[in-house]
């Protein structure tokens, strides 16, 4: 009866930890029509203290954009693609400037018209992926991985592959349409 008991116990806390420790949410603006949007460029690449896991993160976003359809441009993109990235508790502040020329992010200094600044909150090891329409320069799709990103890189990158995978794996796409026209 304990051995029962014992395992029963296992099995749950199993289950819970691996229930933390890939927590993906996603959203996205259902009324846009995601068939318009065929090229994307980096906007904000994510900042970690291992550059070789920022392009790993570069990298299986990339992966994932085009296996919906999706061109990687350097410039005059559909979509733009931010991403953020923190192993403990942190704030930060993403502020978007309307009217700089080209995408109208803060770079080289100067002010360039209204801004818009959002505070976020990052859990430990998240990952956070952010989709901007060019033209309108909001939002389109957002999604976030808890426990991704751990200070043990061993664990980094196949962690990381499976949980953008997961991320992108409802990824609003219109491949079929595309490949009809």
Same mark, same amino acid.
């Given at each position: 009866?304990?051995?029962?008991?014992?395992?029963?116990?296992?099995?749950?806390?199993?289950?819970?930890?691996?229930?933390?420790?890939?927590?993906?949410?996603?959203?996205?603006?259902?009324?846009?029509?995601?068939? +318009? =949007?065929?090229?994307?460029?980096?906007?904000?690449?994510?900042?970690?203290?291992?550059?070789?896991?920022?392009?790993?993160?570069?990298?299986?976003?990339?992966?994932?954009?085009?296996?919906?359809?999706?061109?990687? %441009?350097?410039?005059?993109?559909?979509? #733009?693609?931010?991403?953020? @990235?923190?192993?403990?508790?942190?704030?930060?502040?993403?502020?978007?400037?309307?009217?700089?020329?080209?995408?109208?992010?803060?770079?080289? #200094?100067?002010?360039?018209?209204? &801004?818009? @600044?959002? %505070?976020?909150? =990052?859990?430990?090891? @998240?990952?956070?992926?952010?989709?901007?329409?060019?033209?309108?320069?909001?939002?389109?799709?957002?999604?976030?991985?808890?426990?991704?990103?751990?200070?043990?890189?061993? +664990?980094?990158?196949?962690?990381?592959?499976?949980?953008? &995978? +997961?991320?992108? +794996?409802?990824?609003?796409?219109?491949?079929?349409?595309?490949?009809?026209?």
């Amino acid at each position: 009866m304990r051995t029962l008991a014992a395992a029963a116990v296992c099995l749950l806390l199993l289950g819970t930890t691996a229930a933390l420790a890939d927590d993906i949410q996603t959203d996205y603006n259902h009324s846009m029509d995601f068939s +318009k =949007y065929h090229t994307f460029m980096w906007i904000k690449q994510p900042k970690t203290d291992n550059p070789i896991m920022s392009q790993r993160i570069v990298d299986d976003v990339n992966a994932q954009l085009e296996a919906k359809g999706l061109r990687l %441009v350097d410039s005059n993109a559909d979509l #733009g693609i931010a991403a953020n @990235t923190a192993t403990r508790e942190q704030h930060t502040l993403q502020t978007f400037y309307d009217g700089f020329p080209g995408w109208g992010w803060y770079r080289w #200094g100067g002010y360039w018209g209204p &801004a818009t @600044t959002i %505070v976020e909150t =990052y859990e430990v090891g @998240t990952l956070l992926v952010d989709v901007f329409d060019s033209q309108m320069k909001q939002v389109v799709w957002w999604g976030s991985a808890t426990d991704v990103v751990s200070d043990k890189p061993e +664990k980094n990158a196949k962690r990381l592959e499976e949980s953008v &995978a +997961k991320m992108f +794996k409802h990824f609003p796409s219109h491949n079929e349409e595309r490949e009809s026209n």
